[in-house]
């Protein structure tokens, strides 16, 4: 599976931006797309995930991001979308998205960094 994560940029504090993750290659009817983030000094941690067992979708959130952030999908381009609103200084990070073939999600797929920063 490979992943194409794109969307990040520069914005000042309040506003909204949307990243975008295309996976290609093997396809599931169970599978997780995550996404981590990780800021400078900072370890890397869980944003949020939308995962799929057959019929059923499910998302979660970190607390820090919950109610601001939403996860969706369009299946026919294979792109989980995360939509970030009220975006605050501290959202500032390298954004990754993670696959999993599996539900619950083992992340073995990763895709490259996309830099978000909240500045004024």
């Known amino acids: 599976v490979q992943l194409q994560a794109s969307g990040g940029g520069l914005v000042q504090p309040g506003d909204s931006l949307s990243l975008s993750c295309a996976a290609s290659g093997r396809t599931t009817s169970s599978f997780a797309m995550g996404w981590f983030r990780q800021a400078p000094g900072k370890e890397r941690e869980f944003v949020g995930a939308?995962?799929?067992?057959?019929?059923?979708?499910?998302?979660t959130y970190a607390d820090s991001v919950k109610g601001r952030f939403t996860l969706s999908r369009d299946n026919a381009k294979n792109t989980v979308y995360l939509q970030m609103n009220s975006l605050k200084p501290e959202d500032t990070a390298v954004y990754y998205c993670?696959?999993?073939?599996?539900?619950?999600?083992?992340?073995?797929?990763w895709g490259q960094g996309t830099q978000v920063t909240v500045s004024s």
């Open positions: 939308l995962s799929v067992r057959h019929i059923s979708e499910t998302t």
């Open positions: 993670a696959f999993s073939l599996v539900v619950p999600a083992r992340y073995t797929f």
